[in-house]
C-alpha cells in the first residue's frame, strides 16, 4: 500500500504517528548537543515597500494552519520517537518584530506593493555615529537567530522575526528545523507565505489544504514497509559485532571531547588543462 492508500485512513485517526527514520537521526543527535542549532534550516526575505505587519502575521498564521509538517512535534514515548501533529486551531506561530532604525513605524502595505527576494540586497554601510548600518545589524540578528536551538516537541518547528531597517524597508528572518523542512521546501514555504499576505490584504480565505498525502502519510507507510526489514538487520549486526573491539584510528591531532561541528572551505586550484589520466583519477 502506497502512502496515496494510506491518507484517508490516516486522517480519521489520532495525530500521534511513526517518525521517519530521518527525523529520528536529526532527533537523536540534537540530544547529544541540545544547546546549539545543528539542523536549522534558514531563510532571509528583503521586503520593499510599505508592509502590513498584522496581514503578515496572519498570513504566517494562516501558512502553518494550512501545512501539517510545520504543525508537528517529535517526542519520545516508550523508547519510540513519535510525531505529534497538532490540529490548524492548536498551534500559532509568532511574528516577532524588532525596529533596527529607531524611525517611525511602517504605513499599510497598499496592494501590490510588497517584494521579496533571496536576501538583503542593500549595502551595509555605517550610521552617523559609526556603527554598522541597520542592514548590517539585521544580518547579525539573523545569524543569532539562526543559532538559536529548538525545542523538538513543541510546534511550530517555524520561526518568524521581521527586522525594520528603515523606511519601507524589512528583513524577514524565517527559521525552519529540518526535520519538518529541507532547502527544495523553502520556495514552497516562501510561496505560500506571500501568496497568503496578498489574500489577507485583499480579503480572501485561505488557500485550501494541499491535496494528496502528507508527510505524516509517507511517515505512517514508510513505518509499514521498513520496520520488519529494520529489526532483522539490527539482530544480524548485534551478532556480527558482538565483542568487537573499538578501533584505536591513528588520526593527525588528538580528538576532542565534545564535536565542534565547525567547517571550513578549502580551495584547490587545478589548471585549465587537465590530462586524461588526471581526469580519469
Known amino acids: 500500500m502506497s502512502p496515496v492508500d494510506s491518507a484517508p485512513a490516516r486522517e480519521a485517526a489520532a495525530e500521534v504517528l511513526p517518525a521517519t527514520s530521518a527525523q529520528e537521526r536529526l532527533w537523536f543527535e540534537e540530544q547529544l548537543d541540545p544547546d546549539r542549532a545543528l539542523y536549522a534550516v534558514p531563510c532571509l526575505l528583503e521586503l520593499t515597500g510599505p508592509l502590513d505587519r498584522e496581514a503578515l502575521a496572519t498570513a504566517l498564521t494562516r501558512l502553518v494552519a494550512r501545512h501539517e509538517a510545520l504543525r508537528t512535534g517529535l517526542l519520545r514515548q516508550d523508547g519510540r520517537l513519535l510525531q505529534v501533529v497538532l490540529g490548524p486551531d492548536q498551534v500559532r506561530a509568532e511574528l516577532a518584530y524588532e525596529d533596527l532604525d529607531g524611525g517611525p513605524g511602517p504605513a499599510v502595505l497598499a496592494d501590490g506593493d510588497l517584494g521579496g527576494g533571496p536576501g538583503p540586497a542593500a549595502p551595509a554601510g555605517e550610521d552617523p555615529g559609526g556603527r554598522p548600518g541597520p542592514t548590517a545589524r539585521a544580518l547579525e540578528r539573523a545569524e543569532r537567530e539562526f543559532r538559536r536551538p529548538f525545542a523538538l516537541a513543541r510546534p511550530p518547528l517555524l520561526r518568524a522575526l521581521l527586522l525594520r531597517t528603515g523606511a519601507d524597508r524589512h528583513v524577514l528572518v524565517l ?25 489577507v490584504r485583499r480579503g480572501e480565505p485561505a488557500a485550501p489544504p494541499p491535496d494528496g498525502p502528507g508527510f505524516a502519510d509517507w511517515a505512517a507507510w514508510q513505518e509499514e514497509r521498513l520496520v520488519p526489514e529494520r529489526e532483522r538487520l539490527l539482530a544480524h549486526w548485534k551478532r556480527a559485532l558482538a565483542g568487537v573491539t573499538p578501533l584505536a584510528l591513528p588520526t593527525d591531532r588528538e580528538r576532542t571531547v565534545a564535536a565542534l561541528k565547525a567547517g571550513a572551505w578549502v580551495l584547490c586550484e587545478k589548471p585549465l588543462c587537465l590530462s586524461q589520466a588526471e581526469l580519469d583519477d
Open 175 to 199: 527559521t525552519v528545523h529540518h526535520t519538518v523542512c529541507d532547502g527544495a521546501s523553502v520556495a514552497v514555504l516562501v510561496d505560500g507565505l506571500l501568496g497568503e499576505y496578498a489574500r
